[in-house]
């Protein structure tokens, strides 16, 4: 297109960096502030493609001099960089230190537009295009700053997140170490290796099991398989069997099991199954575990036949509950 414009290269790249920079905005400004669907935006956009195209068909018939679109373009910036303030301080809800990041480059911004509008008017083209192109850096550099401002807040945020977390599963892991089961289970050993050393060592196994499971379960942060927590169920109330004898059965109807399930979400229903419900009745208390599929959805079932409780008291409790 050079000898069409009849301009130099250097005058060409001037203007053309012109051109695009409010396309550059536009851009930047449809992705950052989530404006597709502004018709602010679509206006501007199909104002700004008809005048690119314009420039051309108007210059390949000599009708006029390329370079005195300039002004147009120059338009369409300011128009740009308005709506971009306006998103940014006025629609975007963002701290204030942001907003003080955003002013510096936006200041620069405007004066380099306004010194291009007077070297213009001046008829100064020697460095025609040079200012805006470094106001558009100084933007760009301001978005820098404040997304780097932004990973640094995201960071620490994450760090007290994480040191809240590491806290709750040290509290978690502190409810899972039932001092009375621990006890109980400790108990039943010793008296064990007096009349049933074979037992009291398989005791001892399940035992070590258990607290491997519990740690392993402990440190997992996504979901684990339903069959790991299934095992770690079962050794649960293995040990549970040999604390308290036959007067506790455990009964599975697992029909489904091909499923995903956050760490301890069932064994800690088994267990307040077993406490408050079938250790404290009469008689034989069953717990029962059942999975089954139904209309797309899983569902996991919990069931004992233990003293349960008077579901009129609820109102009445001040207790929090908080393990579940």
């Not at 314009?54 to 373009?73: A, C, D, R, Y």
């Not at 007096?194 to 607290?211: H, K, M, V, W």
């Given at each position: 297109?050079?000898?069409?414009f009849s301009?130099?290269i250097?005058?060409?790249?001037?203007?053309?960096s012109?051109?695009?920079m409010?396309?550059?905005?536009?851009?930047?400004?449809?992705?950052?502030?989530?404006?597709?669907?502004?018709?602010?935006?679509?206006?501007q956009?199909i104002?700004y493609l008809?005048?690119?195209?314009?420039?051309?068909?108007?210059?390949l018939?000599?009708?006029?001099?390329?370079?005195?679109?300039?002004?147009?373009?120059?338009s369409?910036m300011?128009i740009?960089?308005?709506?971009?303030?306006?998103?940014?301080?006025f629609?975007?809800?963002?701290?204030?230190?942001?907003?003080i990041?955003y002013?510096?480059g936006?200041?620069?911004l405007?004066?380099c537009i306004?010194?291009?509008?007077i070297m213009y008017t001046?008829?100064?083209?020697?460095?025609l295009?040079m200012?805006?192109r470094s106001?558009?850096?100084?933007?760009?550099?301001?978005q820098?700053?404040?997304?780097?401002v932004?990973?640094?807040?995201?960071?620490?945020?994450?760090?007290?997140?994480n040191?809240q977390?590491?806290?709750?599963?040290i509290k978690v892991m502190?409810r899972?170490?039932?001092?009375?089961f621990f006890?109980?289970?400790?108990i039943t050993i010793?008296?064990?290796?007096?009349t049933?050393?074979?037992?009291?060592?398989?005791?001892?196994?399940l035992f070590?099991s258990?607290?491997r499971?519990n740690?392993?379960l402990l440190e997992?942060?996504?979901?684990?398989?339903?069959?790991?927590?299934?095992d770690?169920?079962?050794?649960y109330?293995k040990i549970?069997r040999i604390c308290?004898?036959?007067?506790i059965e455990y009964?599975?109807?697992?029909k489904?099991?091909?499923i995903?399930i956050?760490?301890?979400?069932i064994?800690p229903?088994?267990?307040?199954a077993f406490r408050?419900?079938v250790?404290k009745?009469?008689?034989?208390g069953?717990i029962?575990?059942s999975t089954?599929c139904e209309?797309?959805?899983?569902f996991?079932?919990i069931?004992d036949?233990?003293v349960?409780f008077?579901?009129?008291?609820l109102?009445?409790?001040?207790?929090v509950f908080?393990?579940?």
């Amino acid at each position: 297109f050079l000898p069409v414009f009849s301009v130099n290269i250097r005058d060409y790249i001037k203007v053309f960096s012109l051109t695009v920079m409010p396309m550059i905005l536009i851009l930047y400004s449809k992705d950052k502030y989530y404006i597709r669907e502004s018709v602010a935006y679509k206006l501007q956009m199909i104002i700004y493609l008809i005048s690119f195209i314009l420039s051309f068909i108007l210059q390949l018939l000599g009708i006029t001099e390329f370079v005195e679109l300039i002004p147009l373009m120059i338009s369409l910036m300011i128009i740009t960089t308005i709506y971009i303030i306006y998103n940014v301080f006025f629609k975007e809800k963002l701290p204030i230190k942001y907003k003080i990041i955003y002013g510096c480059g936006f200041t620069i911004l405007i004066f380099c537009i306004v010194k291009e509008m007077i070297m213009y008017t001046n008829n100064e083209f020697n460095f025609l295009g040079m200012y805006i192109r470094s106001g558009g850096i100084c933007f760009l550099f301001s978005q820098l700053t404040v997304e780097l401002v932004k990973l640094s807040d995201e960071l620490r945020e994450q760090k007290i997140i994480n040191t809240q977390l590491e806290e709750c599963r040290i509290k978690v892991m502190s409810r899972q170490m039932e001092s009375h089961f621990f006890s109980n289970v400790l108990i039943t050993i010793q008296d064990l290796c007096y009349t049933e050393p074979e037992l009291a060592a398989d005791t001892i196994g399940l035992f070590y099991s258990y607290l491997r499971s519990n740690m392993n379960l402990l440190e997992q942060s996504g979901t684990i398989s339903f069959s790991y927590e299934r095992d770690y169920i079962l050794t649960y109330m293995k040990i549970q069997r040999i604390c308290f004898g036959e007067e506790i059965e455990y009964v599975e109807d697992i029909k489904f099991d091909d499923i995903k399930i956050p760490p301890l979400t069932i064994q800690p229903l088994i267990e307040n199954a077993f406490r408050h419900g079938v250790r404290k009745r009469s008689g034989i208390g069953i717990i029962k575990l059942s999975t089954f599929c139904e209309y797309e959805n899983i569902f996991i079932l919990i069931e004992d036949n233990g003293v349960g409780f008077d579901i009129n008291k609820l109102n009445d409790l001040q207790c929090v509950f908080s393990s579940t």
